[in-house]
Each structure stands twice: as structure tokens, then as C-alpha cells.
């Protein structure tokens, strides 16, 4: 009995003990980001754009991707004051050919690829039985194909210099299942597992993966209109300067994962996770014709 209680204590004891130590231990991450080659798709505009200034504020090399060579061009305008070395490549990422050429051109600018950013992403809302099959494919292939591929295009370089960092936006809809946003749901949950799989994967390599989960955010994928319902429902919308620096953080931290938003959102994720049902009764309160018409105007702009 006694020795029972002894090695129950020992447990509870050497428990507490290994979470002080995991809680305190300094980060896996050494990342400097002076001079680093960063990948960045979807930079011509919202996340991806804040990204580029975030690690061009830190004197990263920067390669803008994108499809819209006007908007990539703008914003090489504007960071080049931070730094002398930012390499656009126009391409629709959705592409095998584009892809490669997303890789080859870096590398022979720049001869390495240290970090990837796996941003490009778009939306698409309504009802299933309303989607179009080929915006379902494009939307999937944009969203989950290409951050896959491009991921498996550049690992091979960062397993070359036993070092890289993989930095994949997903969404606060990778953790909790949205109604009227199926598709895009989907994709999000798909880049969750494949980043949680693929973290696993690469572990002792010295390649990290960050997970960055966003909360709703003010940028182009959001039209005005939605913007507003989604306040009139409760959602506070972040600035995507502070999604880029708070992703920027948990990177150089070595975070595996990151949530961004507030206490409802964190809450949403909870409950998700642990006590579904309440989320299904909250959904089947959202889901007013309000926010179904919100919810059916999203789509890639
Ligand atoms: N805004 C939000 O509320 C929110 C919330 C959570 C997560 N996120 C995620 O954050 C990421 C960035 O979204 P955002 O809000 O910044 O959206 P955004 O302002 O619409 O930017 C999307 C970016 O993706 C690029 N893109 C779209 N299709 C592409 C393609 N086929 N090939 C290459 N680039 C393509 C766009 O550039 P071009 O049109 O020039 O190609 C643009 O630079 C996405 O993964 C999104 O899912 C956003």
C-alpha cells in the first residue's frame, strides 16, 4: 500500500517535473533571419505581403511568388528599402511547371532555400451541393496540392544543408469545422495532418515546421460586406501586420504550432476538440440566411 502511494507521488512528482523542464527549456530555434533565403507565396498582397516586410524588415534574402507581376513588383518597391536582394517570380502555384520554376530560379539566384512559406490560399463558401467541381479542384489544389508539392520540391535542398525552416499558413479552420466553408475547411484540416505528419518526419534533420492558424483577417480575401457580418457575429478581425510578425515569432521560436486570435477563438478551438457538441449548437445558431448570403459571396477574388 505504502509502496503504492510512493510510486504514485514519484509519478505525479517526475510528471510535474518533466513539464517544468519542457516549459522552461529554451526553443529548439537558433533561426537568424540576416541574409536567410526566404520563399514566400501568395506575397503580392494581405498575409503573404506582411510576411515579405516582416522578414525583409530582418534582412532576409525575399522571393516574392505570386500570380499578379504588378502587385509582386509594388511590393519589391516597397521593401527594398529593407533589403537589397528580393527575387520576383511571377507563377500560379496550382501548376507542376511553375512550381519547378518557383525553385530552380531561386536556387540559381540565390543557391539555397532556407525558409518556406506556404501562404498562397484562397476561399470558398456556400453549400456543397452549390460548389462547382472544378472550383472545388482548384481550390484544393491551391490550398493543399501546392504548399504539398512545393514542400517536397525544396526538402531535398534543406536535407542537403541539414538545416531549413517550413513556415505553412492554415487556419483557425484547420482546427474547427466551419459550415458553408466545406471545401476550404477541408483543405485547412488537410495541411494540419500533413504539417503534423511531416514535422514528424523530418524530426533530427534539422528542418522545423511552424503552423500558423489564423483568425479571420483584414485583407483582400474578404469583402467589405463580410467583413462587417462577421464583426455583427462576434469575430474581431486582426491586421495582417500582426499576423506576420506573431508568425514570424513563433517561427524563430521554433513554436510547432500557433493559433492567432482572441480568447473566442482559443475557446472555439477548445471546445472543438473536447466538447463538440456545444460547437454544433453554436454553428446551428450562426447559420442565419444573414450569414449564409456572407458566407456565399466568398470566393477566389
Ligand atoms: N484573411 C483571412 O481571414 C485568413 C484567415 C485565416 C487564414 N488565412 C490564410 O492566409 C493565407 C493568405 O491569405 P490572405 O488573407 O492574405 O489572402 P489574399 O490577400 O487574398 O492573398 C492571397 C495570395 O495568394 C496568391 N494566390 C492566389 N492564387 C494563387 C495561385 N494560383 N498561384 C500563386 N499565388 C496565388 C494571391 O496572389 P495572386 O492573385 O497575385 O496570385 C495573393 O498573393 C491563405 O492561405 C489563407 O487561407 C487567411
Known sequence: M??????MWSGVLGGALYWLARYLRPKHSTLVLN?????ITGASSGIGRALAFAFARRAARVVLVARNVEHLEAVRREIEPYTSDVLVVPADITQEDQLQAVVTQTLDAFGRIDVLVNNAGALLGGRLQDQDAGRIEQLIRLNLWAPIRLTQLVVPHMLAENAGYILNIGSGLGRTAAPLLTIYTASKYGLLGFSNALRRELDGTGIY???VLPTWTHTDMLPGDV???????????????????????ALVH???EVIIGGPMIKLGVWLERFV???MRIYWRFVVTPEWTAAMNKLGPQ
Do not use: M, S
Not at 2 to 7: A, N, Q, S
Open 35 to 39: 541574409d536567410k533565403v526566404v520563399v
Open 227 to 249: 467583413e462587417d457580418t462577421l464583426e455583427k457575429y462576434g469575430y474581431r478581425l486582426e491586421h495582417p501586420d500582426a499576423v506576420a510578425e506573431r508568425a514570424l515569432l
Open 2 to 7: 505504502r509502496l503504492g502511494r510512493r510510486l
Open 254 to 256: 521554433g513554436d510547432n
Open 276 to 278: 463538440p457538441f456545444v
Open 209 to 211: 515546421l511552424t503552423l
